[in-house]
């Protein structure tokens, strides 16, 4: 669901590295000409000189290929200030070719100052990229913030090549909003006392109910005994379709009638669990729009009374900027422990996986990718970040 | 309150225009480049902002503005007319014999979406049925019959069928009385191949006068390719929003009605059958940028008052005649809170929300006017009768049993005493006016400017 932000990191990179690239000359060339002319005021013999110029390739050579242009630029001027000075002075001889061996090695290593107006073109259109891919604004704009920091002002030094520096800031940023404690879901089922209870919240529509039968399926098939419990009360036709699922499933489903209360639900659930032997309570709740101050506050019951082992929000991959707004209200009504985004199957930009961890401070623990039980996938970001910023030319 | 943020920083923007007859190229580019972040907030689509903005800053600097106009009259008009441009008018239904077919993603709200419409067609003295042909999702056949149900309107499905085809051909048979059929179909998303070779085969059976693209308002950037596939697939002649009772803006609405070549026939804005409006332009755009809008708070004032007073028999009116009681207030609250978010009717009210009063208030004033306001009715619940009817009589020793009785503490009490002096005070000035007509009286509060003393929703001024 990423391809499209990948292509669009790409770009930057490419922009990035440009500057990189670019402020890289800029910065050897006077420099490299000044203690040129040190050298040559000093007597730099014509040995030294050589030394430098067999040196650059050396360097170009064990840097990246990318660096390498930039890093010849760089020498063979300073080569050439090199010659005009030996050929305008020539005199004292007095002083080590100390400056060549520590400019060799700066060389070898690159340096780099990136202003901050040579970046600013490159981050707004990565900005756009990101608000592209539905990454919500002010997350898009730390992103941005944390890249400038990285890149901006100070000297870097690279080793391999300033696109490596590009591509570190960006896997840095990137990872920094979206790995926030990743935890194995399966695991804390495993250690946690049973029944595990895990509750299911979101706005409607989003695919909470069928979340529900593909976790009880991942679940089952991992060796974990299963209950549902439909505390969606509300809404016209729940019963039936979280039923509906529990037959095709071989599951129990625990129900109350319509206008019941959806914590009774729940906690009638854990008794079943508890007296049947079952693993897991998987605890379905009513969709609500977080600006429902009647249903938000019963959720926040349901929370107190059942306390439950895992509460987990749900929402859709297509979702836009509004994705934080409600994952952050749902997170104060009753705390999440992580999220699942389904429709990621839906062409999504997938900039809502980035903004609801971030935001919540909450892993992504799966995603949905189809309408089958078995379309649930474990969500790992670094293989994420990996993956937006793997080479496909390589 | 993030939403109300970019709402305010555009109006800073456009704030700085003020007083500047001429305006200088800077200025639009600061303009626009507020306009784009407005717009991107609210999910409208990238490259499509890009287009909007580049006619505004073209026009802004080509055209001169008309003589007397400030520059940021002149800017934000053109604004306005560019929206208003794209988004067009309402999707024309034309109150007579149709079929109605609604396509859409999963979860977008199509099967609430048909009821609703089939409510509001039946309050227009048609007779509507609706035809459910999901027979996917599970539950989706009883939903649609509850729902139907509760907008009291005729509907045909077959539980045991698994051919949408042939339960649109048969449910359009059965509903042959009906003067409109509303056929609600499967969710289903762009890249639903086999899914979407079904919906064309549905259209093509039910040959529909119009078909809806039902879309959520929190939908992203990915409603460009949706709304493009299901154009390319049936047609699409309108689009309806759904959920747009949260805070989400909607503007994938807009990416797809410009994607389509369509308009907006309906906005869904709560979970009950009653809740779908008409699309209004203004009043979207004015979501949309975060600007105030008076005409659709009347509107929502007028009816929350009328649901307050369906529940007991209370006229609002009354308010205008004898003494402010306790009780007038709790209504008054309630009748707020049937509003929706306090924040939402505030910056509803020009020069009362964002850019106003609002932007003065510290970011959680709102929540704890709201707070506040949960609090005092808590405090209300453990007051006698002889009490709610007669606050003034309340003296130390009653303040100190309700205080006991509501769990509040004692200075809650005498706060919510203040803030009802504070009020039949203002009632008494509106009392002055002899007229209770609420849409004056939003008149009256406009003119008032920041509107804090003026008794903001009738009354509430003072809290804020």
New interface residues.
């Given amino acids: 669901m990423f391809d499209g932000l990948k292509d669009k990191l790409s770009n930057f990179r490419e922009d990035a590295e440009e500057v990189a690239e670019e402020n890289a000359e800029e910065l050897d060339d006077p420099e490299a000409a000044e203690e040129a002319e040190d050298a040559a005021a000093s007597e730099a013999d014509a040995a030294a000189g050589d030394d430098a110029v067999s040196d650059s390739p050396a360097a170009a050579a064990s840097g990246g290929a990318q660096s390498g242009a930039a890093v010849d630029t760089a020498s063979a001027e300073a080569a050439e200030t090199d010659d005009s000075g030996d050929g305008d002075g020539g005199d004292g001889e007095e002083e080590s070719s100390a400056g060549f061996v520590s400019r060799a090695a700066s060389m070898a290593r690159g340096r780099v100052v990136i202003d901050e107006e040579d970046l600013d073109g490159p981050l707004r259109d990565l900005e756009f990229a990101l608000l592209e891919s539905d990454v919500e604004m002010s997350v898009a704009e730390e992103i941005l913030d944390q890249i400038r920091d990285d890149l901006v002002g100070e000297e870097r030094k690279f080793t391999e090549s300033t696109g490596a520096l590009v591509e570190d800031a960006l896997r840095d940023a990137l990872l920094s909003v979206i790995d926030v404690g990743q935890f194995d879901f399966l695991e804390t089922i495993a250690a946690s006392e049973k029944p595990v209870t895990v509750v299911f919240t979101g706005v409607n529509g989003v695919g909470k109910t069928t979340s529900i039968a593909k976790v009880a399926e991942y679940l089952e098939q991992r060796g974990f005994s299963a209950v549902l419990a439909n505390g969606d009360t509300y809404r016209a036709g729940a019963n039936q379709q979280i039923q509906e699922h529990a037959d095709n499933l071989g599951l129990k489903c625990i129900s109350h009638e319509q206008g019941g209360d959806p914590t009774a639900v729940v906690y009638d659930a854990v008794e079943y669990a508890e007296a049947n032997d079952i693993d897991v309570v998987l605890g379905d709740t009513a969709g609500r729009l977080h600006t429902s101050d009647d249903l938000m506050s019963q959720l926040e019951k349901l929370d107190r009374v059942v306390d439950p082992d895992l509460t987990i929000f749900v929402d859709e991959a297509v979702a836009g900027q509004d994705a934080v707004n409600r994952a952050s209200e749902f997170d104060d009504a009753s705390s999440i422990d992580g999220t699942i985004l389904t429709m990621a199957d839906a062409d999504s930009q997938g900039g809502a996986a980035i903004s609801v961890s971030h935001v919540t401070g909450k892993p992504i623990l799966f995603l949905g990718t189809g309408q089958g039980y078995d379309d649930l996938q474990p969500f790992d970001p670094e293989e994420l970040v990996d993956d937006l910023l793997a080479d496909d030319d390589d | 309150m993030?939403?109300d943020d970019l709402g305010s920083s555009l109006r800073g923007t456009l704030d700085t225009l003020r007083g500047k007859s001429r305006i200088s190229e800077e200025d639009v580019d600061e303009v626009v480049k507020e306009i784009q972040?407005s717009l991107?907030?609210?999910?409208v689509d990238?490259s499509l902002v890009m287009d909007l903005s580049d006619s505004i800053k073209e026009r802004s600097l080509d055209e001169e503005p008309p003589g007397g106009t400030s520059a940021r009259d002149h800017v934000l008009r053109i604004v306005y007319e560019e929206l208003v441009d794209l988004v067009g008018d309402s999707t024309t239904i034309p109150l007579e014999e149709q079929t109605i077919m609604l396509a859409g993603?999963?979860?977008?709200?199509k099967t609430t979406t048909a009821a609703k419409m089939a409510w509001w067609f039946s309050k227009k003295g048609l007779r509507p049925a609706v035809i459910q042909t999901d027979t996917?999702?599970?539950?989706?056949?009883?939903?649609?019959?509850?729902?139907a149900e509760?907008a009291e309107v005729e509907f045909y499905g077959d539980p045991d069928s698994d051919d949408p085809v042939q339960i649109a051909r048969e449910g359009l048979e059965a509903t042959a009385d009906a003067d409109v059929h509303i056929v609600d179909t499967a969710g289903r998303?762009?890249?639903?191949d086999d899914l979407i070779a079904e919906i064309e085969e549905i259209e093509e059976t039910v040959d529909p006068d119009r078909s809806l693209l039902v879309l959520?308002?929190?939908?992203?950037?990915?409603?460009k390719?949706?709304a493009q596939q299901f154009d390319e697939s049936i047609g699409i002649d309108g689009v309806a929003i759904t959920?747009l009772?949260?805070?989400?803006?909607g503007?994938?609405a807009l990416t797809a009605v410009d994607e389509t070549g369509s308009t907006i026939a309906f906005l869904g804005t709560g979970?009950t059958v009653q809740d779908i409006e008409r699309f209004e332009p203004d009043s979207f755009i004015s979501r949309l940028l975060g600007m105030g809008d008076l005409k659709q708070l009347t509107e929502r004032v007028e009816r929350a008052m009328e649901e307050t007073q369906e529940d007991e028999d209370w006229d609002p009116e009354d308010l205008m005649k004898g003494e402010f009681t306790l009780h007038d207030m709790k209504k008054q609250m309630q009748a707020m809170?049937n509003m929706?978010?306090l924040d939402?009717v505030m910056d509803m009210i020009p020069g009362m929300g964002g850019g106003g009063l609002m932007d003065e208030l510290p970011d959680d004033a709102m929540d704890v006017t709201?707070e506040r306001m949960r609090n005092f009715e808590v405090v209300m619940d453990s007051m006698t009768e002889e009490e709610m009817a007669n606050p003034r009589s309340i003296g130390a020793s009653q303040v100190k049993r309700i205080a006991k009785g509501s769990g509040q503490p004692e200075d809650r009490v005498r706060e919510l005493l203040d803030q009802h002096k504070m009020m039949a005070q203002t009632m008494k000035q509106f009392q002055g006016m002899g007229d209770g007509d609420m849409q004056r009286m939003m008149k009256q509060m406009q003119q008032q400017g920041g509107g804090g003393g003026g008794g903001g929703g009738g009354g509430f001024g003072g809290m804020f």
Wanted: net charge negative; charged share 25%; aromatic share 4%.
């Fill in positions: 993030v939403l972040r991107l907030q609210a999910d990238v993603l999963q979860g977008s709200g996917f999702r599970p539950g989706a056949y009883d939903q649609a019959e509850q729902m509760r998303h762009a890249l639903e959520d308002a929190a939908i992203g950037q990915g409603a390719d949706q959920k009772d949260g805070t989400a803006k503007g994938g979970e809170d929706g978010p939402q709201q």
